[in-house]
């Protein structure tokens, strides 16, 4: 159980990404008070969290539906994973979540950035989303259903610490030590997504 929180904890550290969210939400919100930043953050939080729990639980319910075996599943998200992966090492996903933010910046009707684009899609995106269904998909019973839960729940509450902390953070570190963090992350994701394609085609073919 131990190592399936752990697998469980970083993969989902490294999708969600908490150093990398923190810059992008600290310049969302350079213009907000301390008290619309913490309430943002917040919010922010419990809507992602809603949306990937509710995957985890009824991921699996709505594969069925689909006719979608979970190897199948297990392929399809390794390889976009591995996407993700590329273009962290290459800061284009980086440079994406900039873009999107500036554009939300230049937009007075954008106030509320909780909603869009930090829970849906910088917390809860594509990425977020397949890998909490692989990862309950490869847990076995109750228990560890509950142990994915739990490391989903701590990555979340850590994603919350980065938000209230960004502006802080940003100013201490800046940005060229997120920059090394989130390549580091990138070569990590790549070598769990390459695992999942693995696994997806090992279980496929017997």
Do not use: W
């Amino acid at each position: 159980m131990v190592e399936l929180f752990l697998s469980a904890f970083v993969t989902l550290f490294v999708v969600i990404d908490p150093p990398g969210c923190a810059p992008i939400y600290a310049g969302l919100t350079v213009n907000a008070t301390p008290q619309a930043r913490r309430t943002m953050a917040i919010k922010a939080c419990l809507i992602a969290a809603a949306i990937l729990f509710g995957f985890a639980l009824f991921g699996a319910d709505l594969l069925q539906a689909m006719h979608i075996e979970l190897d199948a599943f297990r392929i399809a998200g390794g390889i976009m994973l591995f996407l993700i992966a590329l273009e962290m090492v290459f800061e284009k996903r980086t440079e994406r979540r900039e873009g999107r933010a500036d554009k939300i910046k230049a937009d007075p009707a954008h106030e509320d950035v909780s909603v869009f684009p930090m829970a849906m899609p910088m917390l809860a995106g594509p990425g977020a989303i397949a890998s909490i269904m692989l990862l309950e998909g490869s847990a076995d019973g109750l228990m560890g259903t509950l142990v994915v839960l739990g490391a989903l729940a701590a990555v979340l509450f850590l994603t919350l610490l980065a938000l209230l902390a960004a502006s802080p953070l940003m100013r201490l570190f800046g940005a060229q030590v997120e920059a090394v963090i989130t390549r580091l992350l990138g070569v990590l994701l790549a070598a769990l997504a390459a695992q999942y394609v693995l696994d997806g085609l090992r279980n496929f073919f017997g």
